[in-house]
């Protein structure tokens, strides 16, 4: 049992299921995404990312460039909302950020893919 | 790079994550804090808006309250999201640029730009494994023929004179032990065109590390090592290091040529100085009895050598019982007494070769006062003590740095010099004096360039196109002048080497053969000559036939209609 692994796994994990929770519901529905769950998305996924910096290993570099893609795309989910909110209707709009968010959560889906791979490769 | 990289990321992973984690709790608690618009109605901050506003207030820029006026909820939020979020971002600051002032990072950065420039070379180029005294004449002289110089030193000093030296292409050097061989690599051992490693520093023990270690990663380089010690030297050659120095040794053999043999011994020194210098007419030393102080490495393969031939030597040693001497006058050689009693009055020669300049200089001047026709030999250990022994003037002195830089460019500059030199050695007096003559005829007083050349298709195509077309090139054809045959260029072929059989001096009329390898010496401007002659076939059949090889349709058809009439 090692603290630092349970901190990373835990937002490894967090960042996909926050990621997933806000993905759910109708796409062109503006009520079932709440913004709230993309800023926490967001932050946890940035989280995880530096979590992930300076390890040298292959599965390392691929943990971390799963991360960045998945950081690209919710944050470009926030610009377009924070650029073209009130400039366009609301259901088009939403259709644009949880497709986008959808990208993101297959990112994350391979981070976690990797990460139990990882896990049950080792012995202990 | 990626390493630096990696290493910057992973100490920043704790001031990046305390910056995210900060500005979210204000972002987060700024948006949902309660506000009024100016039209009275209730109004909260959107989330983009709250980012704006906590990244203009942490970094300290701070634009004010807008768009409204914010209620005292909102103040009482931001108000703690300040002292939350600037501190760590200065916190974050701190540490890059300490990071940037890091050792470590800085060693990584240097070691990385210098592996990056060795890998960009696109020349061939040597590694030099220390910079110090003969090392740097080495780097100096390589440097101005062209060639390329990569140094490892552990020495910041000496690093710091190289990095002042005046040098025509840029030298990478690195502050690095050579004995690891990731600097090696680094250094350029895989390389493809790292042609021979060096190593001449001051510790044996490094110097065979160093070339068992290139020996063991790319086995067909060559490796010139310094060894002075037998059992050293010895280790070095099982493991097939290529040249193996002893400057000592070679002192020895250089002092034992010029008593027997003067002629064979100008020669060597001419073919192996720096080019363009002129030789001093060297001294013959005496036959008779010669004193030696100091029977250490140096002064043992003096005695030896003047032994063989057949002159008998008195050692004055301070340490008889550490040097390993049995007869031999005790006391450092510079008081009276001492050398009186080595009987300096009836001897002809003194040979001070003591470690300490300062001791052996003060040898000789006792010595020169008690018998001033003595032929003095000297030996300087450090190269600033310079100007104290020009003023001394002696006969011959002995600099270990500089023997060791001209062995290292006999082999480095021409590989089948060192050859030519060895078999000069076997040669007579008579011989060595009848060339001398022969090339001072050719290429004048001062020290001529030496270089080779190989007949294949890459380097001589010229000559590789004219054989094959069943023209016979001789070896008088490449001594002509290419602008104008009944000239020849300033140069003598010194050595022919076909399958491996070398031919000393071969005469002018050879005709070449595809695979022969060719020494020649001479002047400057001989070697661009050549140079044309070798490379453009036009040149080269003017010279062979004296026919002009016309070079345009139109001149070859005005050419073969007036031969056709």
């Not at chain 2, 054809?477 to 491996?500: C, E």
């Amino acid at each position: 049992m090692n603290l630092e692994k349970v901190i990373f796994g835990f937002f490894i994990v967090l960042a996909m299921t926050l990621n997933f929770g806000f993905f759910l519901g109708d796409i062109d529905n503006p009520h079932h995404h709440h913004v709230y769950e993309l800023y926490a998305a967001i932050i946890v996924s940035l989280v995880a990312t530096v979590l992930k910096f300076g390890d040298r290993t292959h599965v390392g570099a691929i943990l971390l460039s799963t991360s960045l893609a998945a950081d690209i795309q919710l944050i470009a989910a926030a610009i377009l909302w924070a650029a073209l909110s009130g400039k366009m209707d609301d259901a088009s709009l939403t259709v644009y950020i949880v497709s986008l968010s959808g990208g993101a959560l297959m990112a994350n889906f391979v981070s976690v893919i990797l990460l139990i791979s990882e896990t049950i490769g080792q012995r202990r | 790079m990626n390493s630096i990289l990696f290493l910057i990321l992973r100490r920043l992973r704790r001031p990046l994550i305390l910056i995210i984690v900060c500005f979210s709790i204000a972002i987060l608690g700024l948006s949902l804090m309660p506000g009024v618009d100016d039209n009275g109605q209730p109004w909260r901050l959107s989330i983009f808006e709250a980012f704006y506003l906590i990244s203009y207030t942490a970094t300290t820029i701070g634009f004010g309250e807008i768009p409204y006026a914010y209620s005292q909820a909102q103040r009482l939020w931001l108000t703690f999201s300040i002292y939350l979020t600037v501190i760590p971002w200065f916190y974050a600051i701190g540490k890059i640029i300490t990071l940037l002032q890091d050792n470590a990072l800085r060693q990584a950065i240097t070691t990385e730009r210098f592996a990056r420039s060795v890998q960009n070379l696109k020349e061939p180029f040597y590694i030099l494994c220390s910079y110090g005294e003969s090392a740097s004449v080495l780097a100096k002289t390589l440097d101005e023929k062209g060639m390329r110089v990569v140094v490892i030193e552990s020495q910041q000093e000496r690093l710091n004179e190289l990095d002042l030296a005046e040098t025509r292409s840029v030298i990478p050097h690195l502050c690095a032990d050579a004995k690891l061989p990731e600097n090696l690599i680094r250094a350029g051992v895989h390389h493809p065109f790292c042609s021979g490693v060096v190593t001449l520093t001051d510790n044996d023990e490094v110097n065979l590390a160093v070339a068992v270690a290139v020996k063991l990663m790319n086995p067909e380089l060559p490796v010139l090592a310094r060894a002075e010690r037998d059992d050293i030297a010895a280790n070095m050659a099982s493991f097939g290091t290529d040249h193996i120095i002893n400057p000592y040794t070679l002192f020895g053999e250089q002092l034992a040529m010029r008593v027997h043999a003067i002629g064979t011994y100008i020669l060597h020194e001419w073919l192996t100085d720096v080019p363009g210098d002129t030789l001093p007419p060297p001294e013959n030393p005496p036959r008779g009895r010669w004193v030696v102080c100091g029977y250490g490495r140096f002064g043992k393969s003096v005695v030896e050598n003047l032994e063989r031939e057949n002159i008998t030597t008195t050692i004055v040693e301070a340490t008889p019982e550490l040097t390993g001497c049995d007869h031999c006058i005790v006391g450092s050689g510079t008081e009276a007494h001492t050398l009186l009693e080595a009987d300096i009055t009836n001897a002809v020669g003194i040979v001070a070769g003591t470690d300490n300049d300062i001791n052996n200089l003060s040898i000789v001047m006792t010595a020169y006062e008690l018998n001033p026709k003595l032929f003095v030999v000297i030996r300087k250990n450090r190269r600033h003590n310079d100007t104290l022994f020009k003023q001394f003037n002696a006969d011959i002195t002995m600099q270990p740095t500089e023997i060791i830089a001209h062995e290292c460019l006999a082999h480095m500059i021409a590989p089948l010099l060192a050859q030519f030199l060895t078999m000069v050695r076997t040669q007579s007096n008579s011989w060595a004096n009848h060339l001398i003559s022969e090339l001072v005829a050719v290429v004048g007083e001062t020290v001529p360039e030496r270089w080779a050349i190989s007949i294949n298709e890459s380097t001589t195509p010229a000559i590789v196109e004219l054989l094959k077309n069943g023209i016979s090139v001789s070896l008088h054809n490449l001594t002509q002048d290419p602008a104008d045959r009944s000239k020849a260029l300033n140069l003598v072929p010194l050595l022919l080497l076909r399958d491996n059989v070398p031919m000393l001096v071969p005469p002018i009329a050879t005709g070449l053969r595809v695979g022969d390898q060719i020494l020649f010496c001479g002047t400057a401007d001989a070697r661009s000559g050549l140079n044309i002659s070798v490379n453009n076939s036009k040149a080269l059949t003017y010279i062979v036939d004296g026919i002009e090889v016309p070079d345009s349709l139109v001149w070859r058809w005005v050419k073969g209609f007036l031969a056709r009439k």
